[in-house]
């Protein structure tokens, strides 16, 4: 088991230098529509996914993993004008350090630093969640959450992303299955002539499910933000 875990692990981290991407320099080559969708593929791209169960982590509980995003471009043409490369890929992989710390009242607090190895794209987030229901053996967990992220190192331009979202999930022995459902806000605004600022609002649904083996925490997680579908997986620990 474990040796298939580490073989898919791999596999993830590799795949990202192998798929052709670019710096995002060229955005004056857009127009205004293009612009617009490009900007809704990078809301999916760019807003906060949690890839945590809805119950909380308690007091002194913490959850630390490596994680890797791919996600499936619905304008990957713009997004090789973008980027002056013909050769962008379809799907778009980012890797984060993410971490999730428990504290008093319900609440966890939760936050990533992500950088692109075949962009100049990097990401910052972190949310707040609050549990509305703790879950136990017979309940399920409830829990709303308030998120934030931001864009940075395309200097061409300033995006922000948050998002708010209500999840549930249950545990069943060491695994945890989850589902939630959100709104994403996000502004996207270029820094080149002939292009105007877009404000955007995407609905968000995402599942998935953590198991817990001990000393090893994994966790999937599928999100469909707007048009455009991620996957995240990612493997740490958890307790």
Sequence with gaps: MRNRVWIICMSWMMAGPLMAAGDIDTLGALIQPEFKSFSEDLVAVGSYKGVVPAEGLGLIGIDLGIELTATQLEFSDIWEKAAGNE?????????????????????????????????????IGGEVRYALVGGNVALPAIAARLSHSRLLGVDQLAFDATGVDVSISKGILMVTPYAGVGQVWATSNPDVSGLQKESLALDKVFVGANLNLGLL??????????????????????F
């Design 87 to 123: 050769d962008f890929a379809k799907a778009f992989i980012v890797p984060k350090l993410h971490v999730h710390k428990g504290l008093p009242f319900g609440l966890d607090v939760g936050a990533f630093l992500a950088t692109s190895p075949e962009s100049n794209v990097k990401l």
């Design 217 to 238: 925490n994994l966790a999937l997680e599928l999100d469909k933000t707007g048009d455009a579908s991620s996957t995240s997986f990612k493997f740490g620990f958890r």
